[in-house]
Nanobody, 124 residues
Framework: QVQLVESGGGLVQPGGSLRLSCAAS????????IGWFRQAPGKEREGISC????????HYADFVKGRFTISRDSAKNTAYLEMKNLKPEDTAVYYC?????????????????WGQGTQVTVSS
């Protein structure tokens, strides 16, 4: 059964940094584009970044450009999201997903079910 498990969230101060991980089992992430989403309290889930399968090009939503970096490690079958200069408005549950990356807007067309996500809280 395909399983994607997010980890690495926590409480950080504004301006701080955090790295999220997405560990995959029963699926090879290199066979898909991968993406990260987040859902803030009272808000809908939104796409923030994706990386293409064919050339590993990365794409981001405007509100995270210059602060977040998406990557993958084929040997570990794991995806990552490096976050820096975090702001209180970045507070949300973060999810990873496999699918198809549409490009510039950082939107991934998802395949499969959502996992539990990992909580990121940015507060002083």
């Amino acid at each position: 059964q395909v399983q994607l498990v997010e980890s690495g969230g926590g409480l950080v101060q504004p301006g701080g940094s955090l790295r999220l991980s997405c560990a995959a089992s029963d699926v090879t992430l290199d066979s898909y584009a991968i993406g990260w989403f987040r859902q803030a309290p009272g808000k809908e889930r939104e796409g923030i970044s994706c990386i293409r399968r064919s050339d590993n090009s990365a794409h981001y939503a405007d509100f995270v450009k210059g602060r977040f970096t998406i990557s993958r490690d084929s040997a570990k079958n794991t995806a990552y999201l490096e976050m820096k200069n975090l702001k209180p408005e970045d507070t949300a549950v973060y999810y990873c997903m496999r699918g198809a990356c549409l490009g510039g807007a950082g939107v991934l067309i998802p395949i499969g079910s959502w996992g539990q996500g990992t909580q990121v809280t940015v507060s002083s």
